[in-house]
Nanobody, 123 residues
Framework: QVQLVESGGGLVQGGGSLRLSCAAS????MGWFRQAPGKEREFVAA????????AYADSVKGRFTISRDNTKNTVYLQMNSLKPEDTAVYYC????????????????????WGQGTQVTVSS
């Protein structure tokens, strides 16, 4: 069983930064997803258990950085140069069965989810 607890969301002005944290039990392959009002949930970033593999959605590449500290069982999402279109509820997710990394953006492959944390970026 993997338990996930997100923190770090809030209100920030455009161009600002936030760091989300996801406390997880275990060393699973982790992902961040987000869901904006009226839209479907979408992939943001993913990281392997060792941290050696990372992937990003094109919309956040160069602005967001995913990382993890396995000594603290925590995964981070550093978000810089935030834009109003980044406003969403952000979810961390874990997958305990990883046969390949190529499906890192596939929501259905993740079997544990956090409760979500709201990020609001004002213009």
């Amino acid at each position: 069983q993997v338990q996930l607890v997100e923190s770090g969301g809030g209100l920030v002005q455009g161009g600002g930064s936030l760091r989300l944290s996801c406390a997880a039990s275990g060393r699973a392959f982790m992902g961040w997803f987000r869901q904006a009002p009226g839209k479907e949930r979408e992939f943001v970033a993913a990281i392997s258990g060792s941290g050696g593999f990372k992937a990003y959605a094109d919309s956040v590449k160069g602005r967001f950085t995913i990382s993890r500290d396995n000594t603290k069982n925590t995964v981070y999402l550093q978000m810089n140069s935030l834009k109003p279109e980044d406003t969403a509820v952000y979810y961390c997710a874990a997958r305990t069965v990883v046969l390949q990394y190529s499906d890192y953006a596939t929501e259905a492959k993740y079997n544990y989810w956090g409760q979500g944390t709201q990020v609001t970026v004002s213009s």
